[in-house]
């Protein structure tokens, strides 16, 4: 007597080495665009901050949060819970990368693109009328903040 085995059963290693793949792959890219890059820390209307990773030579940056937020939303150090943290993921990620171009004094440029990569990282490409910057040019920073502490 021949046994069948499920399909999904004889499937599940191809879908868990494709997703390694997807992930290893953004890891990769990742890893190559914002290697050796500083993170800057912009906050937005909740207060709450997001590192930045800028490659101003692609025109792309790369906004990455922290988990508790995106469980809980905005408003955490309020002690008021979004009821909808994932529907308002893709707005907050998106004013972080407006505010942060705004405090760069880019406002001309704009935002061509997203790609969201898990959760907690998010790519926008952007565009900008003033012509790229050489690699080694004095440009604007954010002053230096350490996300999740506050001043004394």
Avoid: W
Avoid at 5 to 17: E, F, M, Q, R, S
Avoid at 39 to 49: A, D, F, L, M, W
Avoid at 79 to 92: A, C, K, Y
């Amino acid at each position: 007597m021949v046994r069948r085995l499920p399909l999904l059963v004889l499937a599940a290693p191809v879908v868990v080495a494709a997703l390694g793949a997807c992930t290893a792959t953004n890891f990769s890219y990742i890893s190559k665009t914002y290697v050796g890059l500083p993170s800057q820390v912009v906050t937005i209307g909740c207060k709450e901050p997001y590192e930045v990773y800028d490659n101003r030579q692609q025109r792309r940056m790369l906004i990455v949060s922290n988990a508790l937020r995106e469980v809980t939303g905005c408003n955490i150090n309020d002690l008021r819970i979004d009821p909808d943290p994932e529907g308002t993921r893709v707005s907050r990620f998106r004013a972080a990368a407006h505010a942060y171009l705004d405090e760069t004094v880019r406002e001309d440029c704009t935002i061509r693109g997203e790609t969201v990569f898990d959760s907690l990282k998010t790519e926008f490409a952007y565009a900008c009328s003033a012509p790229i910057e050489p690699r080694n040019a004095k440009v604007p920073r954010l002053p230096g903040r350490r996300p999740g502490l506050q001043a004394q």
